[in-house]
């Protein structure tokens, strides 16, 4: 195994060590595994001439935040477990000392049309914290498949890319505001309230209690926020509140039963095992791993 990465060009310094643990490269696409030893607070600016698209499998240490400049007003924004960041733009990064596990991805183009999708800034900024379950899974298996190859496992992985790619494209060009212009019934401000009820304290809203403040039925409802969002409102809200959750839990105050109830879970014990199913830790195994 070449130890250099093949994806991008990493900084060899005392701070920042990179192993490269697995890779299967196809045309178009490099996916390798990579394991960080860092030493000490961290930042960079992440640039290279082809998009990468990358994983976290263990949490990113300290409290990672980043921006794209002046594309993005506001600063800094926290960095999810999923990031993309597209061809030619200059992410500037912070993070903490510790270890991570990554599984990322470097790819020419889109996948379809040999260009890069034009990102608007609200696309720009949903890249930093790509929250599709899709993706997420899809990268996750073709991890396995690096980590632990088995039969035909470049072209298993090489099927799971055009997934992973496809999944990217739709999340992108709805973060970009698109979906508005495909989508009859649901408009940007009625997704937009549908988020800030979404995100209220407590437990969230029902599917029939959305669908009669948007004015629709039950199954239109059902049928044109699945369209709009490639997902049903019962696993988009799950991933909703897991990513609030994370947020909180990169804090030292709030204790993990108030999050629960925060974050719309009937009980600790429930919150716990949906935090786990969706991230693979426990809520204090992840904070402990954010606070040291």
Not at 119 to 140: E, G, M, T
Not at 199 to 221: D, I, M, N, W
Not at 253 to 259: D, E, Q, R, T, Y
């Amino acid at each position: 195994m070449n130890p250099v990465s093949q994806v991008y060009d990493l900084p060899v310094t005392p701070a920042m060590e990179c192993t490269v643990k697995g890779r299967i490269a196809l045309p178009g696409v490099v996916m390798e595994l990579h394991h960080y030893r860092f030493r000490g607070q961290q930042g960079a600016i992440f640039s290279s001439p082809r998009s990468f698209l990358d994983l976290a499998l263990s949490p990113r240490p300290g409290q990672p935040c980043g921006g794209y400049g002046g594309m993005i007003e506001g600063g800094a924004n926290a960095l999810g477990d999923v990031l993309f960041v597209p061809a030619g733009s200059e992410l500037h990064t912070k993070w903490g000392e510790g270890e991570q596990t990554s599984i990322c991805c470097g790819f020419d183009g889109s996948g379809f049309d040999n260009d890069e999708p034009d990102l608007s800034c609200d696309a720009l900024q949903a890249s930093l914290d790509v929250r599709s379950p899709a993706v997420r899974d899809a990268l996750r298996r073709i991890a396995s498949e690096i980590a632990q190859p088995g039969f035909c496992s470049e072209i298993l992985a090489q099927a799971i890319w055009v997934q992973t790619a496809i999944e990217l494209q739709r999340y992108l060009r709805f973060s970009g505001g698109e979906g508005e212009m495909r989508v009859s019934g649901l408009s940007r401000s009625k997704l937009q309230y549908i988020n800030e009820r979404i995100e209220q304290p407590g437990k969230p809203p029902s599917v029939a209690e959305l669908a009669a403040e948007c004015g629709l039925s039950t199954r239109h409802f059902f049928r044109q926020f699945k369209t709009a969002t490639g997902q049903t409102l019962t696993s988009y809200v799950t991933d909703r509140k897991i990513g609030r959750a994370k947020q909180l839990l990169r804090q030292p105050g709030p204790a993990i039963k108030v999050i629960a109830w925060d974050c719309g879970f009937d009980s600790a014990a429930a919150f716990s095992a949906a935090f786990r199913k969706a991230t693979g830790f426990t809520p204090r195994q992840f904070r402990e791993a954010m606070l040291h």
